[in-house]
């Protein structure tokens, strides 16, 4: 990254055209490229002036980790372009930006395997820590991206991971890059029987969906893996263990079991119709008690707008002013994006409001009723009325406001902090995620809150722009 920053930097200062630079590189994540000319020093420090967008640096460290040869030219070509179009990186449609995207997206995805796949084996040693090595077979050069994350998950040992294109070994605290290496002869590790075993003890015979295997552990890992040797036999098997499950007699449940169903199922209202409309699921939606939230919110509150709105955004839950109203929005945080919705152009009436979860969860305190977070189940519990809105709705872009709407609406869990103002790919469509106004109202100091208030109105024009 320092040495393609360093040649991008001289070479744009000089004003070289992208298509006079060829790059070049070697294999391994030690090797730098050339271009095919020396680069020109840059005629002032710092780049004569260069600047680019904070997330731009992020994006090329991600990119240059790609095997593409082309990487590093799409990047030059791309930080030219910034010069004059500032807000480039958030137009998905561009094609070079989708592009460079997609490199980045592979190599985040490769990281996420290797930190899912790496088998690490103990070895011997006479000091006070604990000595391990691992091998694996990268798609492209992200040992040096992911090393920082095994030191700080496995800090309290000493360890190696050895790749073909790099090594990275952390020793007393210390993480250091190295060489790649061949294959090491690794001892055998008595844990792994145990592991196998589990493995083997999850295996679920009647649920074999071999697409949805492949695609969460690539058959191209699976030489790297101990629990993978046992997937031929468990596959062979699976039909003669289905068959004799269906032969067995079901277990007789114990005679308290019936007494505690009818009792539970007396208390349950009655089972909503088919949903066919978003009155139909508000309707629905007002007697769920898919978690235990219901019991002390005094209503459901469903989202409202425009039902086939461009735009949804979605925040965390109701407040203490949304549950008594029934109605999203309408406390302080509501007069926060109100009014930020209005100087961004986005009217209320069209756009589809509503939030992850539908109770208020709150702590009793006096008379007052303070907010708390809801938490990973709650907020799965509740993922299936956001499914149902986002069905009915179909927005062209969903806006998630805060922490609680980006986990429901992306399924993950990484801070708003570095993903704000990006616009990510999720299978209901693309997700715009920002500040949550109450956060906002939070903000002890002034200028901070201020400049909050600004990004969440740079994000409403960016989704008002995306939806047309």
């Not at 710092?46 to 799409?74: C, I, N, T, Y």
């Not at 030059?76 to 995207?101: F, I, K, M």
Request: hydrophobic fraction near 45%; include cysteine.
């Amino acid at each position: 990254m320092a040495a393609w920053r360093e040649a991008a930097r001289g070479l744009a200062a000089a004003g070289v055209p992208a298509a006079d630079v060829a790059w070049h590189g070697g294999e391994g994540e030690g090797d730098l490229f050339a271009a095919s000319a020396p680069a020109p020093r840059a005629a002032q420090p710092g780049g004569g002036g260069l600047s680019v967008p904070k997330d731009f640096l992020s994006l090329a460290e991600l990119v240059l980790a790609h095997r593409d040869p082309e990487a590093p030219g799409l990047l030059y070509t791309l930080l030219l372009r910034l010069q004059a179009e500032r807000g480039l990186l958030a137009d998905p449609a561009d094609p070079l930006v989708r592009r460079v995207q997609v490199l980045a997206k592979a190599v985040r995805r490769d990281m996420h395997k290797m930190r899912a796949f790496v088998r690490f084996r103990e070895l011997p040693t006479d000091q006070p820590r604990r000595r391990f090595a691992a091998w694996f077979e990268p798609d492209h050069r992200i040992v040096g991206l992911n090393a920082p994350f095994f030191a700080r998950r496995f800090a309290d040992m000493d360890w190696a991971i050895h790749t073909p294109d790099a090594s990275a070994i952390f020793e007393d605290g210390t993480l250091r890059m190295a060489a790649g290496a061949d294959r090491p002869d690794l001892p055998d590790d008595a844990h792994e029987a145990l592991w196998a075993t589990y493995f083997a003890n999850i295996f679920n015979p009647a649920r074999i969906k071999l697409d949805a295997m492949r695609s969460e552990m690539p058959q191209k890992y699976w030489k790297n893996l101990p629990e993978t040797n046992q997937i031929p036999a468990m596959l062979a098997a699976a039909e003669g263990r289905v068959a004799a499950m269906r032969a067995a007699e079901a277990t007789e449940a114990p005679g308290r079991a019936s007494a505690i169903s009818a009792r539970y199922r007396k208390g349950m209202p009655a089972a909503p119709a088919e949903i066919r409309s978003l009155d139909d699921a508000r309707a629905a939606c007002g007697l769920c008690t898919r978690c235990d939230l219901y019991q002390h919110a005094t209503q459901a509150v469903f989202g409202e707008g425009a039902p086939n709105a461009a735009l949804m955004i979605v925040g965390e839950q109701p407040g203490d002013h949304e549950d008594l109203a029934g109605r999203p929005f309408v406390g302080p945080a509501g007069q926060v994006l109100d009014e930020a919705m209005a100087k961004a152009g986005v009217q209320r009436p069209a756009t589809w409001l509503t939030n992850a979860v539908k109770h208020f969860k709150f702590t009793p305190r006096g008379k007052r009723r303070l907010h708390q977070t809801p938490n990973a189940g709650e907020v799965q519990a509740c993922r299936w009325w956001l499914a149902e809105e986002l069905r009915l709705v179909r927005p062209k872009l969903t806006m998630g406001l805060g922490g609680t709407a980006a986990l429901a609406l992306t399924g993950r869990k990484e801070g708003i902090t570095r993903r704000r103002g990006k616009i990510e790919d999720t299978p209901d469509g693309p997700v715009l995620l920002s500040w949550h106004p109450s956060y906002i109202l939070r903000i002890p100091d002034a200028a901070a809150q201020e400049k909050a208030r600004a990004e969440l109105l740079a994000d409403l024009e960016m989704a008002r722009e995306v939806v047309g």
